[in-house]
């Protein structure tokens, strides 16, 4: 096993640990009004994500369906900085950037095109925008964020290298060319 499946296995497992709370945060950075709505933008669409029936790995495959929630969330959170400061609670996920495009590698394009085209994408008849400018849906939509975190159940992720294989062979199936 590689240096870096090693870590990735370490991080992706502590990803999905603490789902239901980066979607929180990122909750909480969605409804801060006085952080640049460009870059709220990338968070909404993420977090909308995890309402999107049909994303890029079914929440029902293993761990994996929950794992690309976990690195779009990550991913988001790197688009919003290009755009300005962001809250020091999204510091750990800021942080996560790196590893997740180091992993990515060459897929790392493809999927940063994907998670910046989130913020246009209509989930339950709700688009970032609208979560951002309508004071009523952002608080529907962040109810929803709530009771989603409050329901996650950490699915186990065993910490195998063919997991990782699994993952890229997802992405690289699905991620628009």
């Known amino acids: 096993m590689s240096d870096l499946d090693a870590r990735a296995l370490e991080a992706f497992a502590r990803y999905l640990t603490n789902l239901a709370d980066d979607a929180r ?78 992993f990515l590698g060459d897929l790392s394009p493809r999927f940063d095109t994907y998670v910046r085209g989130l913020a246009e994408s209509e989930v339950r008849g709700r688009t970032a925008e609208t979560i951002l400018t309508d004071a009523a849906v952002r608080e529907e939509f962040l109810g929803e964020v709530t009771g989603w ?22 992405l690289s199936a699905k991620l628009p060319a």
């Open 149 to 170: 975190a409050q329901r996650y159940e950490p699915p186990t992720f065993l910490g195998e290298a063919k997991n990782l294989v699994k993952l890229k062979a997802f």
């Open 25 to 102: 945060l990122l909750g909480r950075a969605v409804a801060d009004e006085a952080i640049d709505p460009a870059s709220r933008a990338p968070l909404a669409g993420a977090l909308n994500y995890l309402f999107k029936s049909l994303d890029l790995i079914d929440d029902g495959i293993e761990a994996l369906g929950y794992l690309d929630d976990a690195l779009i969330l990550r991913a988001a959170v790197g688009l919003a900085r290009e755009h300005g400061p962001l809250p020091e609670s999204l510091a750990g996920l800021s942080g996560d950037v790196p590893l997740v495009e180091e």
